[in-house]
């Protein structure tokens, strides 16, 4: 399994891992928005398939190797590019794969990483993280309780918060949780944290 990168024409300064539906229209629309150079890690091979339901991708995820491998092949594209690096948004299983890397020395020049509903953190809760790291869950899980989770995260001193209302896939369009507004207020936050950067 390879991580397929958007490699930007500069040092990339912002990491964007996708979740289990890959590098997508939205996903590179998205990385349009800031203002600094951005790489796309995805979980595929090759061209991008548009999955067209989340059990498909999810089913092709688990058949690429699932969160351990994306976390491994993402370890390696951390470890190249840790010069540039300054920030890492995560979704899904991307943030899993980014929070399992966390601990890794080659993020410690980052300024923040940002991750989106993260499921796989659950089970790895004693990862320390070398630079900031903002964990952002949704309210609504099928597989467990968020809420206990960011209850738990927050004891052990990590910035872990519940949005109200949300749904896991707030952020991705493609996604049944999907929510517009949510998404906006999040893309401010990641905008305003950015740009502040790009300003520098």
């Known amino acids: 399994m390879s991580v397929i990168v958007s490699a930007p024409a500069s040092p990339p300064a912002l990491l964007i891992v996708t979740d289990v539906f890959g590098n997508t229209p939205a996903i590179a629309s998205f990385a349009r928005q800031f203002p ?6 995805s979980p ?6 548009q999955y067209p339901a989340e059990t498909l991708a999810y089913h092709a995820f688990i058949a690429h ?33 980014l929070w399992l890397n966390s601990a890794n020395p080659a993020m410690a020049n980052l300024q923040q990483a940002v991750l989106f509903y993260g499921s796989r953190i659950r089970d790895h809760r004693d990862v320390q993280p070398v630079c900031p790291t903002r964990l952002i869950f949704a309210e609504q899980e099928a597989a467990f309780e968020p809420a206990e989770l960011v209850s738990d995260l927050r004891q052990r ?11 896991h896939g707030f952020m991705n369009p493609y996604s049944a949780g999907f929510c517009l507004k949510t998404q906006e207020r999040y893309l401010k936050d ?11």
């Not at 595929?44 to 398939?49: A, I, K, N, S, W």
């Not at 001193?157 to 109200?164: G, M, R």
């Not at 990641?190 to 520098?200: E, F, P, V």
């Open 157 to 167: 001193n990590h910035d872990a918060e519940l949005v109200k209302g949300s749904k």
């Open 65 to 97: 190797g699932g969160v351990a491998a994306y976390a491994d092949k993402l370890s390696s594209l951390i470890h190249t590019h840790q010069s540039s690096l300054r920030y890492a948004i995560g979704f899904s299983a991307g943030a899993s794969a």
């Open 36 to 41: 600094l150079p951005s790489l796309i890690a």
């Open 190 to 200: 990641l905008l305003d944290l950015t740009q502040i950067s790009a300003a520098a």
């Open 44 to 49: 595929f091979d090759g061209e991008q398939v």
